[in-house]
C-alpha cells in the first residue's frame, strides 16, 4: 500500500476464521481491503498470524486517522468455551497493537469500538439485520465489495462510520486506554 498525506479510516471485523480489514481515504473511497483467513491455524499460531496481518495495517496509519473496530458480541457466541477465550484474546491483542501505535503517534490516532448491533443498523437501518442484509447494503454504497466475504463488508461498515460520523462516535480518550 502507498501512503497517501490526508486522513484515512480503518475498519477491523476481527474474528478467529476470517478478520476483515478496509481502508478508507479521506473521500471514503476503499483504498484497500483485505480478510485474513485461518482455517488450517489453530491456538496460538492463529492468533500470531492475524496479529501480524493487523499490525501490517496498522503501520500504515498516520497522525489525525482513525480506527473502528467491532466489539466482541458476547451473547451471541455458541461455541467451544476455548475459541469465545481465543477471540477475547485476539480483541485484546489487537486493541493493544492500537495502542501501541497510538503512543509512536503522539496520541494522534482516534479509535472507536463498536458494538455488531450498531454496525448492523448503521447500513440496514435494524441493528438485527442478518449477514446477506449488510452485504447487500455495503454491496450497494461499494461495489468494488461484490466478491469480498461478509468479514470485509463489516469492516468496510466500521470503516465507513468511522469516516462519515466522527462527532457522533465514541472515541477512546487517553483514560479509556
Known amino acids: 500500500m502507498e501512503r497517501i498525506t490526508v486522513p484515512v479510516t480503518l475498519g477491523i471485523d476481527p474474528s478467529l476464521t476470517g478478520t476483515g480489514l478496509v481502508l478508507l481515504d479521506e473521500r471514503g473511497r476503499i483504498i484497500e481491503q483485505m480478510t485474513v483467513h485461518t482455517k488450517k491455524l489453530r491456538g496460538n499460531a492463529r492468533l500470531q498470524f492475524i ?77 438485527r439485520a442478518k449477514k446477506p442484509e449488510v452485504m447487500a447494503a455495503v454491496r450497494a454504497v461499494y461495489p468494488s465489495l461484490e466478491s469480498a466475504d461478509d468479514n470485509a463488508c463489516d469492516a468496510a461498515v466500521l470503516a465507513r462510520m468511522g469516516y462519515e460520523s466522527p462527532a457522533t462516535m465514541k472515541w477512546y480518550t487517553p483514560k479509556d486506554w
Open 51 to 127: 496479529l501480524a496481518k493487523v499490525e501490517i495495517w496498522l503501520r500504515y496509519l498516520q497522525p489525525g486517522d482513525r480506527v473502528v473496530i467491532e466489539q466482541l458480541a458476547f451473547g451471541g457466541f455458541k461455541t467451544k468455551t476455548i475459541s469465545f477465550t481465543q477471540l477475547c484474546g485476539l480483541w485484546t491483542l489487537i486493541h493493544m497493537k492500537i495502542w501501541q501505535r497510538y503512543l509512536l503517534l503522539g496520541g494522534r490516532l482516534d479509535f472507536a469500538a463498536v458494538s455488531p448491533t450498531t454496525r448492523a443498523k448503521y447500513l440496514t437501518g435494524n441493528g
